[in-house]
């Protein structure tokens, strides 16, 4: 706090640098919030998704279970197939690096004539 001797008034002066600090603060516990914040919408969320299910079809406890290991099941099968795919994109494009590199080299002599 300051006071102003030509008005005779009191004022409170605020640096830029303080601001700055004050929002970067702010910008962390808004993050750090949300990080708390988003697996328990998720949740909230996710058993929502599931007593709608269960209005809609009248399932029990023991089909939604089903429910929920086949979809986990789906997803994981899911992400085997995806590594496979990648591996296999990845062994192609290497031998096809190799294979073109090889073709290269061969032309390269042939031109040269050596």
Same mark, same amino acid.
């Given at each position: 706090?300051?006071?102003?001797?030509?008005?005779?008034?009191?004022?409170?002066?605020?640096?830029?640098?303080?601001?700055?600090?004050?929002?970067? %603060?702010?910008?962390?516990?808004?993050?750090?919030?949300?990080? $708390?914040?988003?697996? /328990?919408?998720?949740? @909230? +969320?996710?058993?929502?998704?599931?007593?709608?299910?269960?209005?809609?079809?009248?399932?029990?406890?023991?089909?939604?279970?089903?429910?929920?290991?086949?979809?986990?099941?789906?997803?994981?099968?899911?992400? %085997?197939?995806?590594?496979?795919?990648?591996?296999?994109?990845? $062994?192609?494009?290497? /031998?096809?690096?190799? @294979? +073109?590199?090889?073709?290269?080299?061969?032309?390269?002599?042939?031109?040269?004539?050596?």
């Amino acid at each position: 706090m300051s006071i102003d001797p030509g008005s005779g008034g009191v004022y409170v002066q605020i640096t830029l640098s303080k601001v700055y600090d004050e929002v970067v %603060a702010s910008r962390q516990e808004l993050r750090d919030l949300m990080a $708390t914040i988003r697996p /328990i919408a998720a949740q @909230v +969320s996710d058993h929502e998704a599931r007593m709608r299910y269960q209005e809609q079809t009248a399932a029990t406890k023991t089909e939604l279970d089903k429910r929920d290991r086949e979809f986990d099941e789906h997803f994981r099968t899911a992400d %085997a197939r995806l590594t496979a795919v990648e591996r296999w994109r990845w $062994t192609a494009g290497g /031998i096809i690096t190799m @294979v +073109s590199m090889a073709g290269g080299a061969l032309i390269g002599k042939l031109i040269s004539g050596h």
